[in-house]
Every structure is written in structure tokens, then in C-alpha cells.
């Protein structure tokens, strides 16, 4: 969504969790230049096309899906995050939300 507060604070937690700084900041900028796994890859478009063109949403995303070894309630869960986060960041731009200072140094 390219919101600044949302890149800087996620970029945190992927650089956190991964333990990987290139790969945090490969998420945040393009995902799709980032090594990744097909499974990754897969989910990671599902939730972008649902980011980005929701109505676009066809039976062969979620085929795609369980072809790379998703079930049912794997897809529902990527959803609701997706949905979730979509949420969270449109409130956060809405109110002009700015990131911790200390988000921008932290697990690099």
C-alpha cells in the first residue's frame, strides 16, 4: 500500500522474524525480486491481487493456491490476514499513523 508508517513498521518485523535484513527489505520494496519458495510466492500473490483488485478474485487463484499445498482453512486464514492488515493500514493512513524512530534501525 506503500504507506510509510505500514513499510517501516513491517520491514521491522520481517528483518525481526527472518533474522535476514535483505529479505525484509526486499518485502517491503518487491516481494517478487525476493528468493522465495512457489508456496510463498503463491500466497504472497493471493494476498497482493486481494490487496490490490479484490474483484479480480477467481477460482483459479484459489486453485493456485492449493495446488502449491494450501487447504481450505489455509486459504481462509490468508485472507483474514490479508483482509486484516488491509484494515489496519487504511485506519493508520487515515489518521496520518508515523512509525517508532527506533523502527528504522532495528534488526539490521
Not at 33 to 47: E, I, N, S, T
Not at 82 to 92: E, I, K, Q, S
Request: with cysteine; glycine share 4%.
Amino acid at each position: 500500500n506503500h504507506f510509510f508508517y505500514c513499510l517501516t513498521a513491517h520491514g521491522c518485523n520481517v528483518r525481526e522474524y527472518s533474522e535476514n535484513p535483505i529479505l525484509g527489505e526486499l518485502m517491503v520494496q518487491n516481494y517478487r525480486a525476493a528468493d522465495l519458495k512457489p508456496r510463498h510466492r503463491a500466497m504472497l500473490d493471493f494476498a497482493d491481487k486481494l490487496t490490490r483488485a479484490t474483484h479480480e478474485i477467481t477460482e483459479s487463484d484459489r486453485q493456485r493456491l492449493r495446488d502449491n499445498g494450501f487447504t481450505e482453512k489455509d486459504i481462509w486464514d490468508i485472507a483474514n490476514i490479508a483482509g486484516f492488515y488491509n484494515m489496519t493500514n487504511r485506519v493508520a493512513s487515515a489518521v496520518d499513523m508515523q512509525p517508532n524512530k527506533e523502527y528504522h534501525g532495528m534488526h539490521r
